[in-house]
């Protein structure tokens, strides 16, 4: 059958990589992607094992990537659109002389750059300092030019200035930021009592703040005071509010001079500045070049490094001893790696293999490509398969879509889910493969499950008769209306009448591809409908447990456990098709039997059913085949003796394998008997489960009504020039609900009913689900990461 | 007064699926997906056949007939036949 129905072969092999060509042989492994390696020193901490300095120094070179590439996010103009690009062909593990060599350059470029940044800093902040003096000189030059002299001594102010030391006018200038302006007003009024004159002005340009680095509009302040005391007061508030205040001469002509003075050192910095920034450019320019390659070489190295400290060495400490899953069929790739590094590593003495006897249970390995990836990851989100169990993804490629399809039956529908996932298909780009959109790698992985569904929903679309829930008349209707002989006068006089198919002419023949149209025009719709999709659900749900049921077979005869053929397999087969497979009988005979001539007498299936579990017998239910009332007996004690037969069987076997190891007789036919138990009233309720299946289609189909009844309709039955607006938008309306109810909601509703039927009264009946994954020790999932 | 018989879509169908499920797998080239691609062929023709099936079956032997408005009667009386 190949790689899908059955894990691969997995086989343990230990090999012997020479010291000097250890590391070369590991990466060419690693670039294959083939093996996957056990820790052979677990009994050691991880800071005493050999290779421990290497892992260090690349986890160090590693921090200076991840600085170089902070500086990088933070500084670079014009800024890096999306993350660093993948260097292709990606560069191979790195030989210790060119290892040595990035980590100089790398080190080099992380220093230089700090320099620069730093440098950098601090002339932004000096020139932040300058153009904030600048602004003050300029702003408060109206304030002060157009001061009124000071007032004439008069006495009274004469007597009040003589307990001052002096009263010559001084000024603080500063300014400070724009939201603490109020506040510092308010307190500057309070603290000096009118003995101040304080002047606000907005800065005209935005310079920034050094914390946070947001410019704002800064607020020139003027204080202009009287005494000694009164300027104690006011330095302090402002040295409280965080303010950079100047030396303010007091007359024109220095404050000229100053000005000039600041001009000149602005232009200079100014220059310095983007000379310093041009350099940090190009910098960072080198790094944005260079630092793919090195990420990719040093994450290679790390992980070759950290592979080596799983081996353990040998005696002679000459060669290192590692053990590795292997599939069995790549052994001469395996081979050939090793012959590879070694001829890389220029050593004489080659590497080789031996192969081991497994302990336990070998990983499980399945080879899949784009298209049975989804359908395989469904399967192991349940769990991995044991090491060569059947696998369920196999037959899940096509039993999944279609019990989805019939839980969500519509031709539109499915033909516009089809198409979405056509489209997704041809969007093969790379960049849609890497894509860091969680939701969209999730829809883009599942494009060929999508399109089954759709295609599948399309089938069982047509045939449920529903597109956007109008019926298809493909072929003529089987049921007719003339043979009813109704006049106008009965068509007036009731609201509703009933087709009669035992009169002769009405209904000719079933219809041929699906559902007669004529019931979806019909009121009592549902009565048919519910009836045919229940049992369709029955019929479907006790055919795919049989098939679980007998896959478990494959699973015994690959194990060799024949008494667990006969004990398990055939008592489950009986118990289920005695029950549950007579239903299935009853249901097709009733439909083939009895016609509308016989719709009075027909039977109740459901009451015949209960009483063959209650051996009674109702007089007035027709029995559907002659000696039906005798078989029941049958059944009913065929089903239970078998069922306890085989629990009895099964304990007495297990005790005569086991009677060497000690164990308690007891406590395995408990285990039998729970398992018996378990199975048969599992499958009556898996068997209802699938009823599901009913349910979720008329919950669709009801929607898709409610949504053309409400919204469709009445748009499409205004009439007039206004209608085609009216159409347009309502249209419109229609198809976003349509998208995002019917085909988003509903669709993931069906998937996740389809994948708990699957789940459960599936894969239960055979799969356990116990195994544990090969994970080959491989550079791409690693670069991936990256 | 179209007559549908039970006999011919009977045929039909069961030829086409057949040949999906039974002489289709024949003709699928060698190649690693092999068995998976005979499994999905056999497995769709099975599923598909028994659907059309039992939609087929349940309408074969009607025991009750649609209930209709008298409206949709009059519409029908003159439009579709």
Known sequence: MGALFRSEEVCLVQLFLQSGSAYNCVSELGELGLVEFRDLNTQVNSFQRKFISEVRRCEEMETTFAFLEQEIGRSLWPPLIGPLPVPSPAPFAPQPRELMAIEEESERLAWELREVSRNRDSLRSQLTLLSQYRGVLIQTHPLTASQAPPPPQSLETAALMDHRQDTRLCFVAGVVHPWKVPVFERLLWRACRGYIIVDFREMEQRLEVPETGEKVHWMVFLISFWGDQIGQKVKKICDCFHTHTFAYPEHTAEREEILIGLQNRIMDITTVLSQTEGYLQQLLARCVVALPRWKVSVAKCKAVQTVLNLCSPSVTDKCLIAEAWCPARKLLLLQSALIEGTRKSGSMVDSFYNRLPSPGSPPTLFTTNSFTSAFQSLVEAYGVAAYREINPAVFTIVTFPFLFAVMFGDVGHGLLMALAALWMIRQDTPKNIRSSNELWRLFYEGRFLILLMGLFSIYTGAIYNECFSKGLSLFPSGWHLQPMNWSDETLRGNQFLTLDPSVSGVFLGPYPFGIDPMWHLANNHLSFLNSYKMKMSVITGVLHMTFGVCLSFFNYSHRGQWSSVFLVLLPELLFLQSLFGYLLVLVVLKWLLFGPAASDTAPSILVHFINMFLMADSKDNTPLFSGQGQQHPLVTDTSSINTLHGDLERGEREEDEEVIEKFDAAEVFMEQAIHTIEFCLGCISNTASYLRLWALSLAHAQLSDVLWVMVMRISLSWQGMLGSVVLAVVFSLFALLTVSILLVMEGLSAFLHALRLHWVEFQHKFYSGTGYKLNPFSFSSIIDSL | ?81
Request: charged content about 5%; glycine content about 8%; proline content about 7%.
């Open chain 2, 1 to 81: 007064m179209v007559y549908h018989s039970f006999a011919l879509p009977l045929i039909c169908f069961t030829t086409l699926w057949g040949l999906v499920g039974g002489v289709a797998p024949f003709f699928v080239p060698k190649g690693p997906n092999r068995g998976v691609i005979i499994t999905s062929l056999i497995l769709t023709a099975v599923c598909c056949y028994l659907f059309w099936l039992i939609a087929i079956l349940a309408q074969v032997n009607p025991l009750f007939g649609p209930q209709l408005k008298n409206e949709t009667v009059w519409y029908l009386r003159y439009f579709w036949e």
